[in-house]
Nanobody, 125 residues
Framework: QVQLVESGGGLVQAGGSLRLSCAGS????????MGWFRQAPGRGREFVAA???????TYADSVKDRFTIARDNPKNTVHLQMNSLKPEDTAVYYC???????????????????WGQGAQVTVSS
């Protein structure tokens, strides 16, 4: 059974930075597509970023050039570096893992098989 645990969330002022981490256990995730999603109060789960097994990345337009997704294979961990944070980035952030190495449409929640419990990110103005 795969488990994903997010960490690194918190409260930050607008313009600041945070780094989220997603640690996997139960199996290696180095050959799997990984994704980050977020959900703000009263809204649906929104795609943020995704990473293929060999490092190809996809970003939502709203975070492009501010956020970076990356793997740490020896630690079976995926990170989301978030810079130039805005109040509209406030949400619970979820890590997700797919059983597939690549996803043609990485923004679809239904293509991910495992989810973390979420980490709160709050950006104050």
């Amino acid at each position: 059974q795969v488990q994903l645990v997010e960490s690194g969330g918190g409260l930050v002022q607008a313009g600041g930075s945070l780094r989220l981490s997603c640690a996997g256990s139960g199996r290696t995730l180095n050959g799997n597509a990984m994704g980050w999603f977020r959900q703000a109060p009263g809204r649906g789960r929104e795609f943020v970023a995704a990473l293929t097994w060999n490092g190809g990345s996809t970003y939502a337009d709203s975070v492009k050039d501010r956020f970076t997704i990356a793997r740490d294979n020896p630690k079976n961990t995926v990170h989301l570096q978030m810079n130039s944070l805005k109040p509209e980035d406030t949400a619970v952030y979820y890590c997700a893992a797919s059983l597939y190495a690549n996803l043609a449409r990485p923004w679809r929640t239904q293509d991910y098989n495992y989810w973390g419990q979420g980490a709160q990110v709050t950006v104050s103005s």
